[in-house]
């Protein structure tokens, strides 16, 4: 086998060497011996050598133009890819359904950084401790994630007390989770919840209440649909305007 993989390597260099070089320098030095021992004229070595240089330059003339073209290949090949990036880039949002919603808000949590907001939420989401486990423990017990602030409207104020401050209690990291702020926002007709991600840009996780994006369970709205706003998107400043305008009110 050793034996084979060296031949094989010899074969490779071999077919690397300039065979068209090599040719011309046996034709010229072959020449040059014939007119040494008087067999040929000079003036037959001279034609020898000027044909062995012709061919030499036309090989390299037409390697060039290859190279050329290859140039031209390479060049074309990096702005189709490119073009094709730009295509693939991330969208501003990107519709999350029912299917998926629960999936989407664990994986916010868990992979969220900094300081997280949760604005004009339905504490009625986290009334199931199953649901508490998926969508606000992982933000809690998420080391990245350095506090929890909700911004909510005062009719959430016996839910908060009643039915997740008691599992919040109960969690590794209580004090991570901040005493809500307690606004009107009945006037406000979205809900969202910002952080950072690994790149400490932030995104969101935006939805609408009301039909089609609420559910409505027990005379409470519970979302349905949810858009996830990625951190370059334009929104994300009016987002981040209004939760720092309820943030700050008195």
């Known amino acids: 086998m050793l034996q084979a993989n060296e031949t094989k390597m010899r074969f490779k260099r071999i077919a690397r060497l300039d065979w068209d070089a090599i040719a011309g320098i046996i034709a010229a030095a072959g020449a040059l011996i014939l007119e040494m021992f008087h067999v040929v004229e000079p003036t037959v070595v001279l034609a020898v ?31 189709l890819m490119e073009k094709c990036q730009a295509a693939l880039s991330l969208p501003e949002a990107v519709l999350i359904g029912p299917g998926h919603l629960r999936s989407e808000s664990e994986r916010f949590a868990n992979e969220a950084h900094g300081a997280m907001t949760c604005f004009n939420v339905c504490l009625l989401m986290f009334k199931p401790q199953s649901l508490f486990d998926k969508l606000l423990r992982p933000a809690i017990e998420n080391p990245r994630v350095t506090s929890v602030q909700f911004i909510l409207d005062e009719a959430e104020r016996e839910n908060w007390r009643t039915e997740v401050l008691p599992k919040v209690q109960a969690t590794s990291n ?26 400490r840009r932030t995104e969101a996780l935006l939805s609408f209440w009301g039909e089609p994006f609420m559910a409505r369970m027990a005379d409470q709205q519970v979302p ?27």
């Open 49 to 79: 050598v000027l044909v062995v240089l012709a061919l030499l330059l036309f090989r390299d003339l037409r390697r060039e133009t290859r190279e050329e073209r290859l140039l031209e290949i390479v060049q074309h090949t990096a702005s």
């Open 224 to 250: 349905r649909y949810v858009f996830r706003i990625n951190g370059h998107s334009d929104l994300m400043s009016r987002l981040a305007e209004m939760e720092r305008q309820h943030r700050m009110t008195a």
């Open 174 to 199: 209580p004090d991570k989770v901040l005493e809500p702020r307690w606004r009107k926002l009945k006037q406000e007709g979205v809900s969202f919840i910002l952080a950072d991600d690994a790149d």
